[in-house]
């Protein structure tokens, strides 16, 4: 049985009722969505809430709906009450937690459909994921109804994504993006880390340093972008069980590839390897 102080909720009538009454008390309500398997980057996406609203909820649940047929939905971890554990030493308020037939009730007739912006990079080689973060999202946000809401940077993609959703649907929500956690050797953490053999663990901060070199070449004005790009992906693909999905330079918000880099502006170095079955992304920030 789950024992914990803060207020778990596995229903959305309750879920609702619990965040309205800090509603109640002239509270500012943070919001940090997940899919559980908690980590120190989810932790620093607490903390940054925590920094900006009185109240913190949480949702952990893993959504179906952003899963490909081949990918790791039945496999993904789901420690529970380790999960719970970390939010209450967090000081999260309220945490939901509900089954797949709470959000998905059925055949779902009205669907979000992610456009242009989700046909690059990661939407690229996940066809219709995008589709299914915006679901489950949307539908998170409806039941919340937060003031603000943190996402990390290492999903850059899907953080812009979800910015155009709430302006387009005229949301009234401010989203947060918090820097990537990493790891002593830079590697960004994530849940799925834990899948990396050995070997493959040893070799998976090669991505970031990639990311960082490229963006060296940006900084300098971008000369011989794209051959540096093509140089470190070759560099990638001969380490053993390696293979690049894309290293691209992109421009923000609406995340489509950039050839020419000019002076003042913001571009993203954004990366996806597969280390075996392991798909690792990542992504720097670059100011010219």
Do not use: W
Request: with cysteine.
């Amino acid at each position: 049985m789950i024992k914990s102080s803060i207020q778990v909720t596995h229903n959305i009538l309750e879920v609702r009722k619990a965040i309205q009454g800090l509603r109640n008390e002239g509270l500012r309500v943070g919001f940090v969505p997940t899919m559980g398997a908690l980590h120190e980057g989810h932790i620093s996406l607490i903390k940054k809430a925590k920094e900006l609203a009185e109240e913190v909820v949480v949702s952990i649940f893993v959504n179906p709906a952003q899963f490909g047929p081949n990918e790791d939905y039945a496999s993904y971890p789901r420690p529970f009450q380790k999960d719970l554990d970390l939010c209450e030493e967090q000081g999260v308020s309220i945490v939901f937690h509900p089954e797949v037939s709470e959000m998905y009730s059925g055949e779902e007739i009205i669907k979000i459909q992610a456009g242009a912006m989700a046909e690059t990079l990661c939407g690229r080689s996940r066809p219709g994921h995008f589709d299914g973060v915006l679901q489950v999202v949307n539908k998170l946000f409806n039941i919340t109804r937060p003031d603000l809401v943190v996402f990390g940077q290492k999903d850059i993609q899907q953080f812009f994504i979800i910015k155009e959703m709430v302006e387009e649907f005229k949301m009234d929500i401010d989203l947060v993006m918090a820097p990537t956690k990493r790891e002593p050797d830079g590697l960004a953490i994530s849940s799925r880390n834990i899948y990396l053999t050995e070997s493959q663990r040893k070799n998976a901060n090669k991505l970031y340093e990639v990311l960082g070199a490229v963006s060296e070449v940006i900084k300098n004005g971008g000369n011989g972008l794209q051959e540096a790009i093509n140089m470190h992906v070759a560099e990638l693909n001969n380490i053993t069980d390696f293979k690049t999905d894309y290293i691209s330079c992109v421009e923000p918000p609406k995340m489509q590839h950039s050839s020419e880099i000019l002076e003042g502006r913001t571009y993203i170095i954004v990366g996806a390897v597969y280390a075996g079955q392991t798909r690792l992304i990542d992504n720097l920030i670059i100011h010219t």
